[in-house]
């Protein structure tokens, strides 16, 4: 079991930044690979940013693509989101997942998940 809690979720306004946080217990977090998604209201839950467990490799949605940053220190067993440029759609709430394998972009292919945190944004 890997137990998942992000943080860093807020108001921001319109070009402004945000940093989320994942933090992991449980089972080897190193081993894993880590996304992050969101879900708007009345939306489905989309990918956001992935990034393997060795940090070498990381995949974007092209909605966040140039704005958006994901990384991972391992000695913390944490996963951040750096946000950038941010705007109004930006709005969700955010959560972190993590799977064993490859990057992924499916929500469906992610074995455990956070509570989520909610970030708005307001233009």
């Known amino acids: 079991q890997v137990q998942l809690v992000e943080s860093g979720g807020g108001l921001v306004q319109a070009g402004g930044s945000l940093r989320l946080s994942c933090a992991a217990s449980?089972?080897?977090?190193?081993?894993?690979?880590m996304g992050w998604f969101r879900q708007a209201p009345g939306k489905e839950r989309e990918f956001v940013a992935c990034?393997?467990?060795?940090?070498?490799?990381?995949y974007y949605a092209d909605s966040v693509k140039g704005r958006f940053t994901i990384s991972r220190d391992n000695a913390k067993n944490t996963v951040y989101l750096q946000m950038n440029s941010l705007k109004p759609e930006d709005t969700a709430v955010y959560y972190c997942?993590?799977?064993?394998?490859?990057?992924?972009?499916?929500?469906?292919?992610?074995?455990?998940w956070g509570q989520g945190t909610q970030v708005t944004v307001s233009s």
């Open positions: 997942a993590a799977r064993q394998g490859v990057l992924n972009v499916r929500v469906f292919e992610y074995e455990y």
């Open positions: 449980g089972r080897t977090f190193d081993s894993y690979t």
């Open positions: 990034i393997t467990w060795s940090a070498t490799r990381t």
